[in-house]
């Protein structure tokens, strides 16, 4: 069945670093991809999204590529804030039928000032 | 727009008691789902539903009963709660089951005694 693998975390780096959190994936077909942030105490935001191989989907400086060749589809942000410090959730949906996403396990991100 | 409530946000019940867990939406979404968030496993699909009048299982249904009896609406029953559910619980919704943004709401912290 589709799966969603995620870089293991917690994550720490110091404010201005460079982000990578990686994300690989197993599915029929071709699926969309997300990423979702949870902010403490709230439910998650769609952060960004691609629909097809090749697709990058970009918000608030966080930039992601759906990548087939390598079943990946890694977040980065070139130089992160404390305000970014979240869980954040790779997952995909089938290409077909209803919307079931499948969750990465999460990565529990925090940046120090 | 209040967007997807959901009602208790937390709650605490002794092992066989039964509850309802709420979710309610204003944005006229066809579809509707409940997930459960555990440590370390993202999230995972309990229950979905495509339209009033019709739900189907997720991947982890077994314990849980769901009705749509409306657009809005979308409970999540528990009839005899065990230890195995304490968990968070998040609802979500979307216009249309094929590749739309899906919108989560806060979610239901729940621990089984």
């Known amino acids: 069945g589709n799966s969603v693998t995620q870089m293991e975390g917690p994550v720490t780096l110091s404010e201005e670093a460079f982000l990578t959190i990686n994300c690989t994936y197993t599915?029929?077909?071709?699926?969309?991809l997300f990423w979702y942030v949870q902010y403490p105490g709230e439910g998650l935001q769609l952060l960004l999204k691609?629909?097809?191989?090749?697709d990058k989907g970009s918000n608030k400086g966080f930039e992601a590529t759906y990548r087939k060749e390598t079943t990946s589809f890694h977040l980065e942000k070139g130089s992160v804030q404390v305000s970014d410090s979240a869980v954040y959730f790779c997952?995909?949906?089938?290409?077909?039928?209803?919307?079931?996403?499948?969750f990465g396990q999460g990565t529990r991100l925090t940046i120090n000032p | 727009n209040a967007g997807v409530t959901q009602t208790p946000k937390f709650q605490v019940l002794k092992t066989g008691q039964s509850m309802t867990l709420q979710c309610a939406q204003d944005?006229?979404?066809?579809?509707m789902s409940w997930y459960r968030q555990d440590p370390g496993m993202g999230l995972r699909l309990i229950h979905y539903?495509?339209?009033?009048?019709?739900?189907d299982q997720g991947e982890v249904p077994n314990g849980y009963n769901v009705s749509r009896s409306t657009t809005e609406d979308f409970p999540l029953r528990l009839l005899s709660a065990a230890p195995s559910q304490t968990s968070v619980y998040f609802c979500?919704?979307?216009?249309?089951?094929?590749?739309?943004?899906?919108?989560f709401g806060p979610g239901t912290r729940l621990t089984v005694l």
């Open positions: 979500a919704s979307s216009y249309s089951r094929v590749r739309s943004t899906q919108y």
């Open positions: 599915a029929t077909g071709y699926p969309s």
């Open positions: 691609a629909t097809k191989a090749d």
């Open positions: 997952a995909l949906s089938e290409a077909q039928g209803a919307q079931k996403l499948v």
């Open positions: 944005m006229n979404h066809e579809y």
């Open positions: 539903s495509v339209g009033a009048g019709i739900t």
